[in-house]
């Protein structure tokens, strides 16, 4: 998760002049162009979310209108794609049974946006695209920070070592009921990717 940045920090020194981009926000497909954003700075510390006071989605909200009265124009862009991206998963579910959980459905809003970044992130890099690269980046930091608490790297290998020894799994085959038990007990604790990307390593080792 990103460490605290002070507020009004440069960020690497990098201008969001003349970037354009598009973003595939949800599976819903609402679309949000973004061209020529202001030189920007770092967003402020928004609060971490703390459990049995708001939901993710109400501190998101929080938030956006912190940046928009604080004027950080970078910051409420960032938080006004999540809120978009959060609404359209509203629309698709309205067809179907609610979430029972309105904050794991946010956060896996989040997580997929933040999925979608670190991939433009690693393309841009590849294409000598740092200005862009370092863009992307800049938006994961904003999103990150509405995340529950995230498993280390330890915790998360330990966790799902005691998942694969429980079901007897031994080769990829074996990967989809292993996923399964990973998502029902670590839940919104792991990125999907990450947690598909560990439960290959522990079976092919």
Do not use: W
């Not at 009921?177 to 990307?197: F, H």
Request: charged share 30%.
């Amino acid at each position: 998760m990103a460490s605290a940045i002070k507020l009004g920090e440069p960020f690497r020194g990098v201008s969001f002049n003349d970037v354009a981009k598009r973003k595939l926000l949800g599976t819903a497909g609402a679309e949000v162009n973004a061209v020529k954003a202001p030189p920007r700075t770092l967003p402020p510390a928004f609060p971490l979310k703390r459990y049995g006071d708001t939901m993710i989605r109400d501190d998101i909200k929080a938030a956006l209108v912190t940046a928009m009265k604080g004027g950080d124009k970078a910051g409420t862009q960032t938080l006004r794609m999540v809120s978009s991206a959060i609404k359209n998963r509203d629309i698709e579910l309205r067809t179907g049974a609610g979430p029972a959980d309105d904050d794991a459905m946010v956060t896996e809003v989040l997580q997929k946006m933040i999925k979608q970044r670190r991939e433009s992130v690693e393309m841009y890099r590849k294409g000598a695209r740092e200005e862009l690269a370092a863009a992307e980046e800049a938006e994961i930091a904003v999103i990150e920070r509405f995340l529950p608490a995230q498993l280390s790297d330890e915790e998360a290998r330990a966790a799902i070592a005691a998942i694969v020894a429980e079901t007897g799994a031994s080769s990829m085959k074996d990967m989809g009921k292993v996923m399964t038990l990973v998502k029902e007990r670590l839940g919104t604790s792991i990125e999907p990717a990450r947690a598909s990307g560990l439960v290959k390593a522990a079976l092919a080792g």
